[in-house]
């Protein structure tokens, strides 16, 4: 079968990467793909929002699978396009997809489906958020309602900061549509994980827990990124836990929007925020996590592409995960700058030593080819992912990978897995 994946950073280089061991796959094709990705696929040089193009190529090379790795085309519709011509694809449709594309939806879906989660308000008038701000106080987040590539949720500490991230969203309009209505939520304490899970709209496959580090510095520090490094297992998530956010988050969700007309398949990400063994559900996105998706497919055992193809045809009653008992850890490599604004075109170097460690797998995300030599090309570069027999292990092969690969201003964190050694 030829399989088509869609994007070109870390995570769709993970699913390349796992797809590419499946003995059901002859060719792999990825649009637009990355440098890193170019070993395992043909790239395509198609951006990740032109359905239309993307679809005119899966029908033209007689793609068997088509895989849609970042939530834009998602919320653009491409699984409806892709269906409406006969076409196999994996992940959500316009409709489901607003479980990431409006965090309006999300909550209001949560609210009726009695799933735990901040209360909240939302709103399109600026004087009714400034006043719920006043009345509820701060800490509080405010959270532009659309996709704003990560950089829509203010965690505010004081109420002034509260309103001027209201004032910069709805008077403004620093995210454009994706600003025109603010959820704002009582603020959470605890410790976050990332559960995910698929799903055909009615059997819930779950995956190994795992946990982000959001924060560009050590500690927690500093703002807040896409995403620093990710490991799985993660401890914080016990086998007790596992089971109550499939009965309370992922039941609900599943069968709520089953219920209304609006079925969700593909993969569901709940963030989510865990304190004193209480959970509360952060947001939900419609995609693989992104490093998750690098320390997850990296220990999971079974082919994927039997398992994207049951989601995507309806048929994942009875299909079962297995899983590598190593854990994995994913450092992110980033551009000095980042999540500012940084410079590329810096060409990283060690990249051939890294690949000649065992169980590590140099993962890329923000890299281009320029004059034969891979640069950085964005904030996030690589997610250098080691595997280990404990985390403590993976968290050692991974860094042994991250100390061989250099470029100018190149930063990372250097506690990704501690947490979980504190467990
Ligand atoms: P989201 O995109 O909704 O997950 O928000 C991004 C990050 O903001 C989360 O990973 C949390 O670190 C933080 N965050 C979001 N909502 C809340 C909340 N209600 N309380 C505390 N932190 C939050
Ligand atoms: N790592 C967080 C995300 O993918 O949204």
């Known amino acids: ?74 919320t653009l519709g491409i699984v409806d396009r892709f269906r409406d011509a006969g076409l196999t694809i994996f992940g959500a449709d316009r409709k489901a997809a607003q479980i990431e594309g409006s965090k309006a939806f999300a909550k209001d879906l949560m609210a009726r489906h009695g799933v735990p989660t901040a209360a909240y308000g939302t709103f399109t008038d600026h004087r009714q958020a400034v006043d719920f701000i006043m009345s509820h106080g701060a800490p509080i987040v405010v959270k532009a309602d659309g996709l704003a590539a990560g950089k829509g949720v203010i965690v505010a500490r004081t109420e002034e900061e509260a309103i001027s991230a209201v004032d910069s969203i709805l008077l403004e309009g620093a995210f454009g549509e994706a600003g025109s209505q603010v959820v704002i939520e009582e603020f959470l304490e605890g410790e976050e994980a990332s559960f995910l899970a698929f799903t055909d709209g009615k059997t819930i496959l779950p995956l190994a827990s795992a946990q982000d580090h959001k924060p560009v510095f050590d500690g927690d520090q500093g703002p807040n990124t896409g995403g620093m490094g990710a490991y799985s297992p993660a401890p914080v998530v016990t086998a007790e836990l596992h089971e109550r956010i499939i009965e309370t988050v992922l039941r609900p969700i599943i069968d709520g929007m089953a219920s209304e007309g609006c079925p969700y398949s593909g993969i569901l990400y709940a963030g989510l925020m865990i304190k004193n063994g209480d959970i509360q559900v952060l947001e939900f996105n419609a995609r693989f996590g992104d490093p998750e998706a ?55 170097r060690g990249l051939e030593e890294a690949s000649t460690i065992d169980d590590l797998m140099v993962f890329h995300a923000g890299t281009a080819l320029n004059d034969g030599r891979i640069v950085n090309s964005g904030g996030r570069v690589l997610g250098v992912t080691g595997l280990g027999e404990t985390v403590a292990a993976a968290i050692d092969k991974a860094y042994r990978g991250v100390k061989v690969i250099s470029w100018e201003g190149a930063h990372y964190r250097t506690d990704i897995g501690k947490k979980a050694l504190g467990r």
Request: glycine share 10%.
């Open 294 to 348: 690098q320390p997850l497919l990296a220990r999971l055992k079974s082919d994927l592409v039997p398992v994207l193809l049951a989601c995507a045809r309806g048929s994942l009653e009875g299909v079962s995960l297995d899983w590598h008992d190593k854990a994995a850890v994913c450092v992110v490599i980033a551009s000095g700058g980042y999540p500012g604004s940084f410079e590329k075109g810096y060409e990283i």
């Open 1 to 74: 079968m030829k399989v088509l994946v869609i994007g070109g950073g870390g995570r769709e280089h993970a699913l390349v990467w796992k797809i590419a061991q499946s003995p059901l796959v002859e060719r792999i094709y990825c649009a637009p793909g990355n440098p890193g990705i170019a070993r395992q696929a043909e790239c395509v040089p198609l951006a990740v929002d032109d359905v239309e193009r993307l679809l005119a190529f899966a029908r033209e090379r007689e793609i068997g699978l088509t895989v849609v790795g970042p939530e834009l085309p998602l």
